[in-house]
């Protein structure tokens, strides 16, 4: 059974998602049938990295909030990454454009690190406060998980990659799919956002007896998510 996941690193609830969806695939009693593949979604195509503001003050000038405001928002949301185990230090997170991040996750999928890949990521960005359009620290990154640094480098120095970024934004858009995290289970059920646990499991235990039924979605009307309109 297949589960594609579509994401990008500088969603907050991604990484959020992340977790409760393994706490779920922990759980279910047919995981090791379970092949999970990351695809690419890009919420602010035309960010530029820039390692010299804050991500408060970015998000105050994008969405016309007030660095209080930014920050209170930041706050909520490291509250929520607490119940699940992660640690969010919004005050040293780096404005970066994520296209380059997305090549290396690709890059990684070729040695079957896929996921290894993004859990560097999302702890780079959201823990660690790295920059992750930084050759060196996706360089790092890669080491860290098995893949040769000068290959990581010899890719991002080329245009590898970068059209199968492109062709998953563009199955995304197809799909309709508007936020992220956003998951698809065997290509029959959808879930939508950061949902609990028990939405991530009964979704899998459904998929996985019923795989020839007709499709069915399974949504929450409260989906934690970031949207391509740059809403969490």
């Known amino acids: 059974m297949k589960i594609k996941i579509w994401s990008d690193v500088m969603c907050p609830f991604c990484y959020i998602g992340k977790r409760r969806f393994e706490q779920a695939l922990n759980a279910f009693e047919f995981k090791d049938d379970v092949e999970v593949e990351w695809k690419s979604f890009q919420l602010n195509p035309a960010l530029e990295t820039n390692p010299n503001i804050s991500i408060h003050q970015y998000l105050a000038d994008a969405k016309g909030w007030t660095i209080d405001y930014a ?6 949301v490291t509250e929520m990454a ?10 040293d997170a780096v404005v970066a454009n994520s296209f380059n991040a997305h090549r290396f996750t690709h890059l990684a999928k070729k040695y079957n690190k896929g996921d290894a890949a993004e859990e560097q990521l999302f702890n780079a960005y959201f823990t660690n406060g790295k920059n992750i359009d930084d ?5 790092s990154m890669g080491e860290a998980i098995g893949i040769d640094s000068e290959e990581v480098k010899a890719m ?5 990659y970068k059209h199968d970024v492109s062709i998953d934004i563009d199955e995304a858009a197809q799909l309709g799919i508007r936020g992220v995290p956003f998951f698809v289970v065997n290509d ?3 879930v939508s956002g950061a949902q609990a646990t028990e939405v991530f499991l009964n979704t899998l235990i459904s998929a ?13 009307d409260e989906d934690a998510s ?5 809403n969490c």
Do not use: I
Not at 156 to 160: G, K, M, T, V
């Open 208 to 220: 996985y007896a019923e795989y020839q039924q007709p499709n069915h979605t399974n949504n929450s």
């Open 188 to 190: 029959r059920y959808a």
């Open 156 to 160: 991002l120095n080329s245009d590898d």
């Open 226 to 230: 970031c949207d391509a309109d740059g």
């Open 71 to 76: 920050k209170q928002v930041g706050q909520q």
């Open 135 to 139: 050759d060196d620290t996706l360089a």
């Open 82 to 91: 607490d119940q699940v185990g992660l640690s969010y230090n919004f005050d």
